[in-house]
């Protein structure tokens, strides 16, 4: 169990009385990449979250990379987010203050990394990604599309171990989506990370090696696609 | 995280960032400057009294200085005045600080999920306000050498109000900058930390408001002591600082039950007014709490105005004290619109969505500008007014006639002034509504 | 041929006869060719010939002799082995999930297996499509991609058709006035 990048093991949350996760159970493996799917409102993104350590989880355990995010602090479950995971959400949720390439950055800036260094490296993922910005570039010029493909290029500068992604093409369309999709994937794949993708949208999860269909908080079923 | 960092993240760059700054430092600036008077006063030697064996006695003072600085039963009466000075100063910063809260959780998630733990959010929220609070008190110091000019350099010898210069005043020059830095960075640390969304508890707030008035009438009411103007002093200054406190605290309150008012008259304008009172109900009422405290002074200014200009004084000797408590009523004016301006910009940013929304939706640009404007109204017009009338309860319980008619004039004044206020920040803002009723803030982004 | 299991899950429910059998098959797909009499007696016959299905009664109301039918269990047995089998994931001519899906639906045979497994199906097919070998010409991958599309199209109608399941469309009530 120690070896996989991620396990929930019986995880429930509920928001008030809505019960938006129930016992819910799953493990991704070093190098695996799985899909959570179902309809709007099963609980998926919640997973997403209580999966980055961004919420806690209200019962069960989730281990991240060999950490216990259920008994950590929020300070430890920073520390795990920042070193070994890659959060990409659907509206991007850039910082709206700072340019788009210190976004990118901000991974490696908060790891202590020197701000040029950090800076050639976002420059880097934004070029890889295809999003050409001026270094002064605020996150509000931007498209909603082009947010998405920042907001990927902020979740793999560092290199996660896990990579975390809810609806990350949602605003792109079908060949950039496609395209992205394929970059987040082979590039954290090729290093010995694992990818758990939160989608409604069956082109993205056919991307993966097993699917998670959860239905009202519960795991419906679960099958590998490969 | 490094502090570097911290200050690359934190460091304003927007206008709107620089403006919050710029307005941190200036309130920073003022209310240290003036604090740093309230020192100086304290300096200039005060009357000494000889007692003779029958009890009567006989008071020396050097003749140097004006009597408000001097006389054991006027002194207070000034120290109040400074503070209720700094107190409007310190709630503009207090606005300055909190402002942009939708901005500022937006920028705290974003750094959240990019792996900052709860120690550098903090310290990236701590450290701009923190550097502007620095600069302000920095800048403080020449506020004190102009006030000095004015006060000692400038006034006749029976007007001064403050002493030479002297080493002691370096000393709490450096007190004002560790302070204002201290503040403005817990400022920011409190205006950062996330809290539980609860519905306000309405009973502390008004109880502190009541004590606040009950102390500042007690204080008003109460017989002017010779020996114990220290107590008195501070007195005052807690009585006001409660009642202050009160005050900025009850406003999310007021602009609470104002929005529900409007939700339920049921015209287009009332209720896109009250939706947005209501999600912005804690920048609104802080707002509407600075009006307030700015309405005090303005109050407590026209009534003491009215108090000076008595027939029993000499008018030549309270010059100072008339033109410091004009200043104060400017002061007081100029927090309350700068607040206002503030606000009213926040907002907008902040709701630029929600006004493009309407706009497409088919709101004409008048419906919009009445919008903003009834919103204006309400964190001006009630709160100013009231603000003023519990000043000028201080020249109202007076027995002095001018005092009585300094104060009710103030009040028929705040009135017309709330107008006027709300009419010229609506007329700075009009470019700013139309720029966010653009349909391009419809972007999905 | 899946007519044959078709006609099996048109008589699941309760035993019919053949002109039923038409009726309902016309009824559960409005958009295909209406099914010939003769067609529906041809198969009849050889359901009964292969004990798939039986004779269950021969009704005589004042007009034509009718012969109605019934599964058998080695019938049921039948059309549960072709509804445990996921419709092949070709994308295009879709018939056969149409008819798997309607047919689970009405019968209601392990209606939630029929469709994960079908979905299943679908998405290691949009998988296998998605990894284009090296070196194919972007004529080979529009190809890849109108069977990707098209399968999508499925799953999204599959996604469709369980929430429907799960939310009973609400009958009209009769309106009651009350006074």
């Known amino acids: 169990m120690t070896s996989s990048a991620l396990t929930l093991s019986g995880v429930s949350h509920s928001y008030g009385r809505t019960q938006a996760l129930r016992d819910v159970s799953l493990s991704v493996a070093p ?68 340019p788009v390439l210190d976004n990118v950055a901000l991974p490696l800036l908060l790891e202590g990394h020197p701000p040029a260094d950090a800076r050639a490296a976002a420059a880097g993922w934004l070029d890889r990604v295809g999003l050409a910005v001026g270094p002064a570039t605020l996150p509000a010029e931007l498209s909603g599309g082009q947010t998405q493909l920042a907001a990927a290029a902020r979740a793999l500068v560092h290199g996660p171990a896990l990579l975390l992604a809810d609806e990350p093409t949602a605003s792109l369309d079908t060949r950039s989506g ?46 590998a696609l490969s | 995280m490094k502090t570097s960092t911290a200050w690359l993240i934190a460091r304003p760059r927007t206008s709107a960032g620089r403006t919050r700054a710029l307005l941190v430092a200036g309130g920073a600036a003022t209310g240290g400057g003036l604090l740093m008077t309230a020192a100086g006063v304290l300096r200039v030697p005060g009357q000494t009294f000889e007692y003779a064996a029958d009890g009567s006695y006989t008071s020396f003072s050097t003749g140097e200085y004006s009597a408000l600085a001097v006389q054991a039963g006027l002194r207070p ?85 403050l002493p030479g210069l002297s080493p002691w005043d370096a000393a709490s ?122 309405g005090l002074t303005l109050g407590v200014a026209g009534s003491l105005t ?43 940013v902040t709701t630029s969505r929600a006004v493009a929304s309407t706009a497409a939706l088919g709101a004409e640009p008048a419906v919009l500008e009445q919008v903003q404007r009834r919103r204006l ?69 | 041929m899946s007519l044959t299991e078709l006609h099996l899950a048109l008589l699941a429910g309760a035993p019919r006869h053949g002109y039923d059998i038409k009726q309902e098959h016309d009824a559960w797909f409005p958009d295909s060719r209406p099914l010939p009499f003769g067609q529906v007696y041809a198969t009849l016959a050889r359901l009964q010939r292969d004990g798939l299905a039986e004779v269950v009664e021969t009704r005589v109301d004042g007009g034509p002799e009718r012969t109605v039918y019934a599964l058998t269990a080695e019938g049921e047995q039948r059309l549960r082995t072709w509804l445990a089998e996921p419709a092949p994931p070709t994308g295009t001519g879709a018939e056969e999930i149409v008819r798997k899906t309607i047919a689970a639906l009405h019968t209601g045979i392990d209606v939630q297996g029929y469709v994960a497994r079908q979905r299943t199906a679908h998405l290691r097919r ?3 499509l998605g990894q284009v070998p090296a070196g194919a010409g972007p004529a080979e991958r529009l190809v890849r991609e109108h069977l990707v599309a098209h399968l999508d199209a499925d799953l999204r109608w599959l996604d469709l058709a369980t929430d429907l399941l799960r939310t009973p469309s609400p009958r009209p009530t009769p309106e009651r006035t009350s006074s």
């Open chain 2, 306 to 348: 009215g108090a000076l200009l008595g027939p029993d004084l000499s008018l030549a000797e309270n010059v100072p004290a008339l033109v410091l408590t004009c200043t104060a009523a400017l002061l007081a004016v100029l927090a309350a619109m700068t607040a206002m301006a503030l606000a009213a910009t926040d907002d907008l």
């Open chain 1, 178 to 223: 496609r395209a992205l999709l394929e970059l987040m994937v082979s590039t954290t794949v090729a290093a010995g990370g694992s990818v758990l993708l939160v989608t409604h949208d069956n082109t993205v999860a056919a991307r993966a090696d097993r699917e998670v269909r959860l239905r009202d908080g519960v795991i419906e079923h679960e099958v």
């Open chain 1, 31 to 98: 190098g695996e990449v799985v899909a959570v799917t179902g309809p709007s409102g099963c609980g998926k993104s919640t997973l997403l979250l209580i999966a980055a350590g961004v919420l806690r989880a209200q019962s069960g355990r989730v281990t991240v990379a060999g950490t216990d995010l259920s008994g950590a602090d929020d300070t430890a479950r920073a520390l795990v987010r920042r070193r070994s995971v890659g959060l990409v959400l659907q509206f991007g949720q850039l910082v709206p203050d700072l």
């Open chain 2, 173 to 294: 020059w450096l007190v004002v900058v560790v302070l204002t830095a201290l503040v403005a960075g817990a400022a920011g640390a409190y205006a950062a930390t996330p809290r539980a969304r609860r519905p306000v508890r309405a009973w502390p707030r008004l109880l502190t408001v009541a004590a606040g008035v009950a102390a500042f009438i007690a204080v008003v009411t109460s017989p002017r002591d010779l020996d114990q103007r220290a107590l008195e002093t501070t007195l005052n200054c807690v009585a006001l600082t409660v009642l202050a406190l009160g005050l900025l605290s009850t406003g999310a309150l007021w602009v609470n039950s104002r929005a529900t008012r409007l939700a339920r008259s049921g015209t287009a304008v009332d209720v896109l007014a009250a939706g947005g009172l209501r999600t912005l109900a804690g920048p609104a009422g802080r707002t509407a709490g600075t009006t307030c405290v700015a």
């Open chain 2, 377 to 445: 109204a309400v964190v001006t017009t009630g709160p100013l007014v009231a603000g003023t009338a519990l000043g000028g309860l201080y020249g109202l319980l007076d027995q002095s006639l001018t005092a009585v008619a300094g104060a009710l004039l103030t009040i028929g004044l705040s009135v017309l002034l709330a107008r006027a206020i709300t009419a010229a920040v609506l007329r700075v803002l009009r470019p700013r509504i139309a720029r966010a009723a653009a349909p391009s803030w419809l972007r999905v982004a």
């Open chain 3, 126 to 128: 949009m998988r296998e």
């Open chain 2, 77 to 161: 009466g000034l120290l109040t005045g400074i503070l209720l000075l700094v107190l409007p100063s310190l709630a503009l910063t207090w606005q300055a600080v909190t402002t942009g809260s939708a901005r500022r959780a937006a920028v705290h998630e974003g750094l959240r999920l990019s792996g900052a733990g709860p120690a550098d959010l903090r310290r990236v929220a701590v450290l701009e306000p923190a550097v502007a609070g620095v600069a302000g008190g920095l800048l403080a110091g020449p506020v004190y050498l102009l006030l000095w000019l004015l006060l000692h350099v400038a006034a006749p010898p029976s007007a001064r109000l």
